[in-house]
C-alpha cells in the first residue's frame, strides 16, 4: 500500500519536472512539441469557421467586412442567451422570429434548433428509447452496411467528421443505425445521413437521433414523405416547383424546358437535404434556420429563389450541361450574393409566393405519413446467432414428453387455470371469447394459442422475427373480434439469446417500452393480410397453455421460420379457423420444413402472399388479424435459441406523443402541435380499458417469466416449468448472455407502478405467492 | 464547343462500387478516395474523339441504393451507352448483377451498348471476383467487359471510350436511327451528316448554340 503510493508520488513529481524543464527550454532547438501544439500546424489554417477543411490556406487575417461580421454575431449571441432565458415569452414572438431569419448566432444555433424542435420535451417522453433503439439495431438493423459505406463518405471535409471511427463519425453511424430500426418503413435512406451529421456538428448523439425524428415526422418537416419508398412528397414538391417557375419565372422555365433540364435534376437534394450541398454551407444554415422555424415551404421558398436570384447566368446559358453544370456546381461555390442579401431576396420571395398563394405546396397525400409504429423490427434479415443442428427426431420427440409431463404437472397446480386450459385447447378462440377474456392487444405470447394444441405440438421458446403489433379489440360482451382499429400503440420485439438457467431470477429482463401511435386500419388495408400485423384477440387464461409450451422446442433458424410463415399463411387460408387439430398438423409440417434449413425466403409484404384469401367466415378483418397471428405463431414455433421480449403498449388519445403521427393538416403552422386526435383510436380504447388511459403488457418469452399487462384486467400467474437442458444446450446462450441487460428500465418500472397491470409469471418452480 | 455526335451515357451499379469516382477520374483526371454519396443523379460531361470526330459523352452517374431506382429507371431511356459497374473486392456487388442488367435491358432500348466494370482493380490483394468471372459473364450476356481502377486511372479512358466506339459502329452499321432521341444520340449542332439519312432534327441555323 506504501510503496504503491510512493510510486504515485513519484509519478508526480516526475511529470511536474518533466513540465518546468519543457518550460526552462523554451522554443530552443530539440523541445519537444506535438505537432497540434504548433501554430504551423496545418489544419488550424485550413479549416473555415464551421469546421470544413480547405485545400489551401485560409488568410490569416480577416477583411473589415467580416470582421464587422463577426462582432455583430457576438452582439446577437449576447441577445439570443437573453432571449432563451426567458423562451415561453419569446417563443413565438416576431422577435424571435425576425431575429431567426437574421441568421441564428453559430454559437447559439445548437440550443436554438433544439428548442425549435421541442428535443428536451421528447428526450424526456421517450426515455431510454435511444438506447434501445441502438441496441435493437446492432443486432438488426439490415441497413448496417449501406450506413457504414455513407458514414465513410459524409462531410468528411469536415474536421468532426475526418477521421475514420472517429467521436462523430461513430455517432453518425449510431444514430443512423437506430432511426433504421426505429423507424422501419424508411429505415435508412442515402442523403439522410447530411441531415444527421447536420445535426450532429451542433448537437450531441441522442439529440440529433431524436432532432432526425422530429425533422423526419413532424408534419411541419415531414422529411418521412421525402425519404420512404416512391419519395412521394419529392413528386408533390416537384409539381409544385414546376407550377411556382411557370407562374413566376416563365422565360426561366421556357428555357429550361427547351434545353431538357427538367426539375427532377436538380430539386433533389434540394428538397430531400434542405439545400445542403447544393448551396455555400453558410447559406444552407441559414436556410436551415428558416426550415426549423417555418417548416418544408422554406423548400418551395428556397427554391425559388436561388433561381431567381441566378436568373441571368441560367438563361445565358445555352446547353444543359451547362446549365446543369451551372447549378450542380457554379452556385455552391460561388453564390456570389451577400447572405444577409440572399435572406432578404428570400423574404421577398415568400411574399410574391403567399400573394399568389404558391407558398405551400397543396395538401400531402396519406403515403407521406408513417403508417407503421415506431419502434419494432418486422423483417429481420439475418439470423443473429448461431443456427445449431436439429436433434434428431427420437430425443426430439422425448424431450416434448418430458416437457409436457412438467407442464402438465405445473399446470395442474395452478389451479386457476386447469379447466381453461383444457378447454382452449380444444376450441378456437373466436367462439370462446366471452367477458372474462381480456382482449388484448396482438402478441407474439397470445399467438400461440391459438392454432394448435400445445400439447401435442412442441413450443418452442419465443423468437418473433418479422412482426409488429397491433391491437384487435375482443369486445367483452359480444365475444367477436372488433375490427382493428387505429390505435396509439407500442410495441417491440426484441431477440435475444435466452439465457439458460438462472431464467427465474429474471423478471421480465429485456422488457422495452414503445411510445409510438400506429394506426392499424391504414396498415391492414395496406398490407392485407401480412405478418406486419399481428392482430388478435388475446385470452389470459391462453397463457398458461401456451407459454408452457415454450419453453420446449427444436431450434431452427430465422430464415427458416420465415419460410414456415410464408407457407402457413398460405396453408391457413384455405383451413378452417376453428379447426384447432388442422391447424396442429400444419405447425408440424411446417416445423419439419423449417429444419430442413432451407434458403431464406424473403420477408413477405403482403402482395407476393401465395394465394389469394379466401372467403372470410365471419367479418373480414379479424380473420385477417388472426390468421396471420396463426401463421405467425408458426413463425414462433421453430426458433428455441432465441428469448424474445415483446412490449406492446397503447395509450388513449390524450396522452400526447411527440411522433408526428396522424394526418395534420396545418403543418405549417409555427406552433408545436400535439398529435391529432383521431376518433376511432377512442372509441376503441374505451372498450379496452374504460378507466384507465393507459395500459402496457409486457411479455418476455424467454422461457422463465412473463409478465402481461393487461388494462382494466386481472392478476394472472402461471407456473410453468422450465426445461433448462434444452436452454442451456444451445449454443448461442452464453454467447448473448450480455444481451438481457438491454433496457429492463423501460417497461418494468412503468408497469410495477401500474394499478392495472396483470402479471404473469412463469418460472422453473411453483413457488409464487 | 461543337460536335459530331452527342451519347448519352449512364453509369449504373450497386452502392459504394466507385461510379461516381470513375466518371470524376474520366471527367477531371482527379481521384478523390472519399467522393460524396451520389443521391438521384449527377451530371458530367466530357468531349472524346473517335474517328477523328468530335463525340460529346453526356454521363448521368446515378444513385446506386435499391430506394432510388425507381428516379434513376427513368435515366435508361434515352441513353446510348450503359457502364454497369461491380466492385471486385465485394462478392455481393457481382452477385446483384443480372438484376442490374434485368432492370437496364427492360427500361432502355434494346440497341444500348452495356459496358461491364470490374472496379477497383488496384485492390488486388482484397479481390473477391476473378477476372475470368466478369469475363463469363460478360460473354454469357453480350457485354463489353473490362476492369478499372478509378484510383489509379487504369482503363478509365478505355471504358469509357471502347463504349463510345461501340456506339458509334452501331451507327456506321445504320443499327441506330440516329434521328430518333430515345435512342440516346443526337447529331452536333454544326455537323452535317455523311450518313444517308438527312437530320431533320439538328438544322444548326444558329451557330454556336449547343442546342440539345
Known amino acids: ?540 387464461q391462453s397463457n398458461s397453455s401456451h407459454a408452457s409450451h415454450w419453453s420446449s422446442g427444436t431450434p431452427t433458424s430465422i430464415p427458416a421460420m420465415r419460410e414456415s410463415f410464408f407457407r402457413s399463411n398460405e396453408k391457413l387460408h384455405s383451413s378452417n379457423m376453428n379447426d384447432g387439430g388442422r391447424g396442429d398438423s400444419n405447425v408440424s409440417d411446417k416445423r419439419h420444413t423449417s429444419s430442413l434449413g432451407r434458403k431464406p425466403v424473403k420477408p413477405i409484404r403482403s402482395s407476393k402472399s401465395p394465394s389469394p384469401p379466401p372467403p372470410p367466415p365471419r367479418s373480414l378483418q379479424p380473420i385477417n388479424s388472426t390468421s396471420t397471428f396463426i401463421s405467425h405463431e408458426q413463425t414462433v414455433t421453430s426458433t428455441a435459441n432465441y428469448t424474445s421480449t415483446s412490449v406492446f403498449e397503447y395509450k388513449s388519445t390524450e396522452m400526447t406523443d411527440h411522433s408526428a403521427y396522424g394526418r395534420s393538416h396545418d403543418s405549417m403552422g409555427r406552433q408545436r402541435k400535439e398529435p391529432p386526435p383521431v376518433s376511432p383510436r377512442k372509441s376503441v380504447m374505451s372498450s379496452i380499458s374504460p378507466q384507465s388511459s393507459t395500459g402496457r403488457s409486457y411479455i418476455s418469452m424467454d422461457g422463465s417469466v412473463s409478465s402481461v399487462n393487461i388494462p382494466g384486467g386481472e392478476a394472472v400467474r402461471i407456473h410453468v416449468p422450465y426445461n433448462s437442458e434444452i436452454s442451456s444446450a444451445s449454443p448461442a446462450v452464453q454467447s448473448s448472455a450480455g444481451s438481457s441487460s438491454v433496457s429492463p428500465r423501460n417497461g418494468l418500472d412503468i408497469s410495477k407502478n401500474d394499478p392495472n397491470r396483470i402479471k404473469i409469471d412463469v418460472s422453473t418452480n411453483s413457488k409464487l405467492p | 464547343m461543337s460536335y459530331a455526335y452527342l451519347f448519352k451515357y449512364i453509369i449504373i451499379g450497386d452502392t459504394g462500387v466507385g461510379k461516381s469516382c470513375l466518371l470524376l477520374q474520366f471527367t477531371d483526371k482527379r481521384f478523390q478516395p472519399v467522393h460524396d454519396l451520389t443521391i438521384g443523379v449527377e451530371f458530367g460531361a466530357r468531349m472524346i474523339t473517335i474517328d477523328g470526330k468530335q463525340i460529346k459523352l453526356q454521363i448521368w452517374d446515378t444513385a446506386g441504393q435499391e430506394a432510388f431506382r425507381s428516379i434513376t429507371r427513368s435515366y435508361y431511356r434515352g441513353a446510348a451507352g450503359a457502364l454497369l459497374v461491380y466492385d471486385i473486392t465485394r462478392r455481393d456487388t457481382f452477385n446483384h448483377l443480372t438484376t442490374w442488367l434485368e432492370d437496364a435491358r427492360q427500361h432502355s432500348n434494346s440497341n444500348m451498348v452495356i459496358m461491364l466494370i470490374g472496379n477497383k482493380s488496384d485492390l488486388e490483394s482484397r479481390r473477391e471476383v476473378k477476372k475470368e468471372e466478369g469475363e463469363v459473364f460478360a460473354r454469357e450476356h453480350g457485354l463489353i467487359f473490362m476492369e478499372t481502377s478509378a484510383k489509379t486511372a487504369a482503363n478509365v479512358e478505355e471504358a469509357f471510350i471502347n463504349t463510345a466506339k461501340e456506339i458509334y459502329e452501331k451507327i456506321q452499321e445504320g443499327v441506330f436511327d440516329i434521328n430518333n432521341e430515345a435512342n440516346g444520340i443526337k447529331i452536333g449542332p454544326q455537323h452535317s451528316p455523311t450518313s444517308p439519312s438527312s437530320p431533320s432534327g439538328g438544322p444548326g441555323s444558329s451557330p454556336g448554340s449547343g442546342c440539345c
Open chain 1, 1 to 540: 500500500m506504501g510503496d504503491s503510493e510512493n510510486g504515485w508520488v513519484d509519478k508526480n513529481e516526475e511529470e511536474r519536472l518533466g513540465i518546468l524543464a519543457k518550460y526552462d527550454k523554451g522554443r530552443e532547438e530539440g523541445a519537444q512539441i506535438d505537432p497540434w501544439e504548433d501554430p504551423a500546424f496545418e489544419i488550424y489554417h485550413v479549416t473555415d469557421h464551421y469546421g470544413f477543411i480547405h485545400d489551401t490556406r485560409l488568410p490569416e487575417k480577416i477583411g473589415g467586412l467580416e470582421l464587422k461580421r463577426r462582432e455583430l454575431e457576438i452582439h446577437r449571441t449576447d441577445k439570443w442567451v437573453k432571449m432563451f432565458r426567458a423562451w415561453p415569452k419569446y417563443k413565438n414572438s416576431d422577435k424571435f422570429i425576425n431575429r431567426t431569419y437574421k441568421g441564428i448566432p453559430n454559437k447559439i444555433r445548437g440550443w436554438a434548433w433544439m428548442h425549435m424542435l421541442d428535443l428536451e420535451k421528447i428526450k424526456e417522453e421517450q426515455q431510454g428509447k435511444y438506447d434501445e433503439m441502438y441496441k435493437l439495431a446492432r443486432l438488426h438493423s439490415p441497413d448496417i452496411r449501406q450506413i457504414d459505406l455513407d458514414v465513410n463518405r459524409t462531410y468528411r471535409d469536415n474536421i468532426m467528421f475526418r477521421e475514420r471511427y472517429g467521436v462523430k463519425q461513430r455517432s453518425l453511424f449510431n444514430i443512423l443505425a437506430a432511426y433504421s430500426v426505429y423507424n422501419s418503413e424508411v429505415g435508412y435512406c442515402q442523403g439522410m445521413s447530411q441531415v444527421a451529421a447536420l445535426l450532429l456538428m451542433y448537437m450531441d448523439e441522442e439529440d440529433a437521433f431524436w432532432g432526425l425524428a422530429q425533422l423526419m415526422t413532424d408534419p411541419k418537416y415531414g422529411m418521412h414523405g421525402f425519404f420512404v419508398a416512391g419519395f412521394p412528397k419529392l413528386v408533390r414538391f416537384q409539381a409544385h416547383h414546376d407550377k411556382v417557375l411557370q407562374v413566376l419565372l416563365p422565360k426561366l422555365k421556357k428555357h429550361l424546358d427547351k434545353h431538357g433540364v427538367d426539375s427532377g435534376l436538380y430539386t433533389l437534394k434540394w428538397f430531400f437535404q434542405c439545400f445542403l450541398d447544393r448551396v455555400p454551407f453558410e447559406l444552407a444554415l441559414r436556410l436551415w434556420d428558416i426550415f426549423l422555424l417555418d417548416g418544408d415551404k422554406v423548400l418551395i421558398c428556397g427554391a425559388y429563389t436561388i433561381l431567381k436570384i441566378h436568373l441571368k447566368p441560367l438563361v445565358s446559358r445555352k446547353s444543359m450541361d451547362d446549365v446543369l453544370g451551372y447549378l450542380q456546381s457554379d452556385i455552391p461555390n460561388n453564390f456570389a450574393m451577400d447572405l444577409d442579401k440572399a435572406i432578404e431576396i428570400y423574404r421577398g420571395c415568400l411574399d410574391d409566393l403567399k400573394r399568389k398563394k404558391l407558398d405551400i405546396a397543396g395538401d400531402p397525400s396519406e403515403d407521406e405519413f408513417p403508417k407503421k409504429p415506431f419502434g419494432m423490427i418486422e423483417n429481420i434479415p439475418k439470423p443473429v446467432p448461431v443456427r445449431r443442428e436439429a436433434p434428431d427426431e427420437k430425443m426430439n420427440k422425448e424431450i416434448v414428453a418430458k416437457r409436457q409431463q412438467r407442464a402438465q404437472l405445473a399446470a395442474d397446480e395452478t389451479d386457476e387455470f386447469d379447466n381453461d386450459e383444457d378447454e382452449l385447447e380444444e376450441t378456437s378462440m373466436m367462439d370462446k371469447a366471452s367477458a372474462s377474456r381480456i382482449s388484448l392487444a396482438a402478441t407474439s405470447v397470445a399467438s400461440s394459442s391459438i392454432a394448435d394444441s400445445p400439447r401435442n405440438v412442441q413450443r418452442p421458446l419465443s423468437s418473433i422475427s418479422n412482426i409488429s403489433y397491433a391491437s384487435a379489440v375482443q369486445d367483452s360482451t359480444g365475444g367477436t373480434l372488433e375490427r382493428p382499429t387505429p390505435s396509439k400503440m407500442n410495441g417491440v420485439n426484441h431477440i435475444k439469446n435466452k439465457s439458460s438457467v438462472d431464467n427465474q431470477a429474471r423478471l421480465t429482463p429485456t422488457s422495452e417500452s414503445f411510445d409510438e401511435p400506429h394506426e392499424l386500419t391504414r396498415t391492414l388495408s395496406k398490407e392485407g393480410v401480412s405478418m406486419n400485423v399481428n392482430a388478435t384477440s388475446y385470452s389470459s
